[in-house]
């Protein structure tokens, strides 16, 4: 399977991007972890904010290959992403796929799910997410990124 096998299903578009667009998801991911990290935000709304930030690390690195993702399972198919974009190890990928499900529960089914712990690993996780895209933007894409 590969990004060309998405596109024949209908899964992501074709995209033109720009530094401009990488540097905007970025800096969205980079406000988000920082907010995150503000005190007196219950754990549900940290995860949130930063399962966000990561995220937008997922859809600038699918930007940078020349794609969007279509509208149907847009979150799971941008984390998805990410074994084609970055390579990334299945672990990373199932672990931001489980904060996807525990945020959707958080979001639409029932307050106070997240724990402490969670929060903060969703959050390093998206800082490590962060730094990946921007190294593998400045090996891969270098005029993408400033």
């Not at 930063?50 to 940078?64: G, T, V």
């Not at 509208?71 to 974009?85: D, K, V």
């Amino acid at each position: 399977m590969s990004l060309k096998d998405w596109l024949n299903d209908g899964w992501v578009k074709p995209h033109r991007s720009s530094a401009q667009e990488i540097n905007n998801l970025l800096g969205i991911a980079d406000r988000d972890i920082i907010q995150s990290k503000l005190p007196g935000l219950d754990n549900d709304t940290r995860l949130t904010i930063a399962y966000n930030a990561a995220l937008q690390c997922c859809a600038a690195a699918l930007a940078a290959e020349g794609y969007r993702i279509s509208r149907e399972a847009h979150h799971f198919r941008l984390i998805q992403s990410l074994r084609f974009t970055l390579n990334l190890d299945s672990t990373v990928i199932e672990l931001l796929d489980s904060f996807r499900k525990k945020r959707n529960i958080s979001d639409y089914e029932r307050a106070g799910t997240v724990s402490e712990q969670e929060a903060a690993e969703m959050l390093e996780l998206a800082k490590k997410l962060r730094n990946e895209v921007a190294e593998w933007l400045r090996n891969k894409h270098a005029g993408l990124i400033a």
